[in-house]
């Protein structure tokens, strides 16, 4: 499942996954903006760029197995931080519920990671609730170490493997 830069193009696809999360009642465990066409709308046409390696990342799942088109975006993922000056990202990711249970979640995990590690960053970190055993289960058997961050959630780090020199 290819991984890309969300861009103008992806738009109305982002808006229908943020319309299906908050079908869905997804904004208790994935809030780092609203889930709403606005939002899909800003991301898409953000006007900062990686090229300064100050900007933050977001990135689409695509399932081009439906045929010909383009595709339907099933998976989401930002890194974000990187705007505000932190050295170490925060990463968040949200799959359509049709389509979870498929390792989606995992493989965009893992192109994160990649990222982040191309652009420098020897950790990354997330924020997840306790009560979100599925979410742990995963970052867990992804090598996130966890502590309290405040009643109901855990900060989660990963220290990233850097790229091989070519």
């Known amino acids: 499942m290819p991984f890309r830069p969300a861009i103008p193009e992806h738009e109305a696809g982002l808006a229908g996954l943020f319309s299906a999360l ?12 609203p889930l709403t066409p606005e939002a899909a709308r800003a991301i898409c046409r953000r006007r900062d760029t990686v090229a300064t390696n100050t900007a933050d990342e977001f990135h689409v799942a695509i399932d081009g197995s439906g045929g010909d088109g383009p595709g339907v975006i099933v998976a989401y993922g930002l890194l974000r931080g990187w705007a505000e000056g932190f050295a170490v990202p925060s990463l968040g990711i949200a799959v359509h519920p049709a389509h979870r249970g498929r390792g989606i979640a995992r493989s965009l995990m893992h192109h994160l990671h990649d990222v982040a590690a191309g652009r420098g960053a020897e950790r990354v970190r997330l924020k997840v609730y306790r009560h979100n055993s599925a979410a742990l289960r995963l970052y867990e058997s992804l090598g996130y170490e966890f502590r309290p961050h405040s009643p109901t959630e855990l900060v989660g780090l990963l220290t990233l493997r850097q790229p091989v020199a070519a």
């Open 22 to 33: 908050a079908a869905a009642g997804d904004e208790r465990f994935f809030h780092p903006h």
